[in-house]
Nanobody
Framework: QLQLVESGGGLVQPGGSLRLSCAAS????????VAWFRQAPGKEREGVSY????????HYADSVKGRFTISRDNAKNTVYLQMNSLKPEDTAVYYC??????????????????WGQGTQVAVSS
């Protein structure tokens, strides 16, 4: 089982940027697809972005398309989420999650067995 640790969250003003990191233990990280989810207070968890094991394929929720960029460095066992032009509605706890392989990639949270503890992102003036 992977150990996932998110970092990079914080408080930022609207229009600002943050880069989240998801660092993993384990030597087979390059075989895992990784997704970012977020959950705002009182709302259901929603998918934000995912990336294939090799990094060649990625997908974004409509709400973040054009503002967020997912990437990965398999040599560092890390996936990143660059968040630009942040809005107050981006405020949430952000989680990374991983699944082995690249079949049927999507935003169904129950398809990802490995999860990090989450990192808080707050966008406010």
């Amino acid at each position: 089982q992977l150990q996932l640790v998110e970092s990079g969250g914080g408080l930022v003003q609207p229009g600002g940027s943050l880069r989240l990191s998801c660092a993993a233990s384990g030597s087979t990280w390059s075989s895992y697809a990784v997704a970012w989810f977020r959950q705002a207070p009182g709302k259901e968890r929603e998918g934000v972005s995912y990336i294939s094991p090799g990094g060649g394929s990625s997908h974004y929720a409509d709400s973040v398309k054009g503002r967020f960029t997912i990437s990965r460095d398999n040599a560092k066992n890390t996936v990143y989420l660059q968040m630009n032009s942040l809005k107050p509605e981006d405020t949430a706890v952000y989680y990374c999650a991983a699944k082995l392989g690249s079949a049927l990639l999507g935003f169904k949270s129950n398809e990802y067995p490995d999860w990090g503890q989450g990192t808080q992102v707050a966008v406010s003036s």
